[in-house]
């Protein structure tokens, strides 16, 4: 797991879904290997569940970066006469 892919407010929330993804990955195996298609069902919606997570944590960081970008450019430019500043949680 790359930690640049997340907000630094978000980081351990990714990890911790990041974890959890590696830990379905293996119930699924293994709920497989049993036979148990009820078990490796339920581990792999977890899976998914926790995959949607971390796209929408690193999705929330590519938007920040953009603004920031914008922003960046528009100082540079000379053309914002307000600064605002952005609070994190």
Known sequence: ???DQF???DAANA?????????NIS???ESLMKG??????LAAANLMMSLNELS???ERKKETDQMVARL?????????R????????
């Open 36 to 41: 148990d298609l009820k078990e490796a069902k």
């Open 1 to 3: 797991m790359n930690r």
């Open 56 to 58: 929408k944590l690193q």
């Open 15 to 23: 990890v911790s879904e990041y974890r959890a993804s590696w830990t």
């Open 7 to 9: 907000l630094e407010r």
């Open 27 to 29: 119930r699924v195996e």
């Open 72 to 80: 960046d450019f528009l100082l540079k430019r000379k053309q914002v």
């Open 82 to 89: 307000m600064v605002v500043v952005v609070h994190e949680d």
